[in-house]
């Protein structure tokens, strides 16, 4: 039987075989090493989006739903809530389902066998302070997998299987910051074998970023923190705060266009010291700009790790509306979520029963292990490691390909 190795990820994922020995990324979507981990919902045509196709539809401001970042739903009682979708009442379990069935028949197609046996990627933790929901989010992942047509499932943790693909020797340590999680494994290397020494990881990751950095630099243009007036008496509040984050975080925006919400703002428009706030608010509920905003602020945030200066664009709610991001805000935003994933990595390291002074190397996998607060901190950490940035968004699927072949 044909097995597969898919890295399923918050914000990207990419499948991998392995061939003549060697592993193989294959190309789901216009000859490219992954595929975005979204989804679309068209209501006008009554079909489903996938990937990149899904994010332009959003784009494009057709109508229907678009979901991203749905993995961080696992092990949480949203998963196995049934919600209308289309014509059918699924739960977001059958979404992932659906996505993950899209990723068989398109490996399938390009490598002619089918698929029913697949090594998923997962987190060290989905959750860092409940094992009871840990341990659901992994059985809610593999009815996933199972739905989607799989007959044998397994996992591989995905700072292990980046382990595999790291080339080189010496005592190394995994640092792999995805969209959802921050993982870490330190493991030795000496004369081709391998032997892992310890893994942990925590729920921080790429959207948890977005989030803070949204609710800090954009949210408080549409409102967040401004007064309202009570319609009875002279006091004033402000809007439930819970609005603004849940409006911020990736995987709940589809869930925040409800017409009694929308009145609520309209409401507030009405009674506020600063109406022009909840305006913005209001157009963008309406016109369901959400996961606009999040891209812009995504988009800003990368702009502002590269240079002196980022800035989110808020066009799409408000010709020239804008949120500057200067890369010293960037990094005294997260500071304190890069403290955090240096303080796990130091965990792991003692987990390993080393000494900082013994990890020769440090390998920085998936996309927020880009950012420069990140790879500073981890530097003060182990001063004297070498730090290396290689195949930060293949090494995990590269690693699952391998391991795929001797399963």
């Known amino acids: 039987m044909a097995a597969i190795g898919i890295d399923f990820g918050t914000s990207n994922t990419a499948a991998g075989v392995i061939e003549n020995g ?28 996938y990937g990149r196709a899904a994010a332009q539809a959003m784009i494009d401001g057709q109508d229907g739903r678009f979901m991203r970042s749905l993995k961080s739903i696992l092990g949480t009682p949203l998963a196995r809530e049934k919600r209308q979708f289309l014509n059918e009442r699924l739960t977001l379990i059958d979404v992932i389902a659906r996505f993950l069935n899209e990723i068989r028949e398109r490996a399938e197609h390009a490598k002619g066998t089918s698929f029913r046996q697949v090594l998923s990627g997962r987190p060290v933790r989905f959750h860092s302070k409940s094992d009871a929901a840990n341990a659901q989010a992994l059985v809610d992942l593999e009815d996933a997998y199972r739905l989607a047509g799989f007959d044998e499932v397994s996992f591989l943790p995905e700072p292990e299987a980046a382990a595999i693909a790291a080339q080189g020797s010496g005592r190394i340590l995994i640092v792999d910051i995805g969209g959802g999680t921050s993982d870490f494994t330190v493991f030795e290397r000496e004369n081709g074998a391998t ?40 006091d004033s ?113 003692a987990l390993a029963g080393c000494r900082p002074d013994q990890i020769d190397r440090v390998v920085f996998v998936g996309g927020s292990s880009l950012l420069g607060v990140i ?33």
């Open 195 to 234: 032997k892992l020494l310890a893994s942990e990881g925590i729920r921080l990751g790429g959207t948890d970023f977005d989030r803070d950095l949204n609710v800090a630099h954009v949210m408080p243009l549409l409102g967040y923190d401004a007064e309202i007036r009570n319609e009875m008496g002279p």
């Open 22 to 49: 060697t592993a193989q990324i294959l190309k789901l979507e216009g000859g490219k090493d992954t595929m975005p981990t979204a989804i679309f919902l068209d209501f006008a045509n009554h079909d489903t989006l």
């Open 375 to 407: 790879q500073n901190r981890i530097a003060q950490l182990l001063p004297e490691a070498q730090l290396e940035t290689s195949e930060v968004f293949t090494a995990v699927v590269d690693g699952l390909a391998i391991a795929s072949g001797k399963a």
């Open 237 to 349: 509040h402000s809007a439930p705060r819970s609005v603004f984050r849940d409006l911020a975080t990736w995987e709940k925006i589809a869930f925040m266009y409800s017409p009694a919400l929308l009145r609520d703002v309209r409401r507030w428009e009405r009674l506020a010291a600063d109406p022009v706030l909840f305006a913005r608010l209001g157009e963008v509920l309406e016109m369901h700009l959400g996961h606009d905003i999040a891209y812009a602020v995504e988009a800003g945030k990368i702009a502002a790790n590269a240079s002196s200066m980022g800035r989110i664009d808020l066009g799409i709610v408000e010709k020239g509306l804008a949120a500057e991001l200067p890369n010293h805000m960037l990094q005294m935003q997260l500071i304190d979520a890069a403290n955090k994933i240096a303080a796990c990595a130091s965990e792991t390291i």
